[in-house]
């Protein structure tokens, strides 16, 4: 993976959290993954397609999601319904927008997908011959996990 790909996703995902959710986040060690089973309760995956090619993945548990809809709502949540899914979906979609926004100004200019949802621990995604850049961030309400698996298009 092009390493010019990993700080528009970092970067972005900072100021999201910091904007929309009140929180901040610290970056873990970063690591390679091939392992097709998640490890989190909720994933959200975001296809990109153009001059960038690829799937970025964002795991939590339900805790963590249920707080951070929690705040970004002000409302208090007990459940992960489908208001809480909602917004987890659109917090993946929003980090993914604007990553691709940095990656544009970059000159990889690419296309997003509407984020997909899947719950359960140990669910099989296979991102099959990319390898996953696995970007841990921690933050006070709970760890996430960003997973890219992108690639400049042939050119």
Known sequence: ??????????????MVLETEVGISAKRGP???????ATADDITVLVSMVGQVNGVVL???????????V???LDQPFDEFDSL???????LG?????????RLAEAGFD????????????????STLDFERLHVPLETE??????????REANK
Do not use: C, D
């Not at 979609?93 to 926004?101: E, L, R």
């Open 1 to 14: 993976m092009n390493v010019q790909f990993l700080n528009p996703f970092i970067e972005a995902a900072f």
């Open 30 to 36: 970063l690591s390679l993954r091939r392992s097709a």
């Open 58 to 68: 964002y795991g939590l548990s339900e805790t963590t999601a249920i707080a951070i």
């Open 70 to 72: 929690s705040k970004i």
């Open 84 to 90: 809480a899914q909602s917004g987890i979906g659109e």
């Open 93 to 101: 979609n929003v980090i993914t927008g604007q990553a691709g926004k």
């Open 110 to 125: 690419s296309k997003i997908s509407p984020p997909t949802m899947v719950m359960g621990k140990g669910t099989l995604i």
């Open 141 to 150: 309400i709970g760890p996430i996990q960003i997973h890219l698996a992108l």
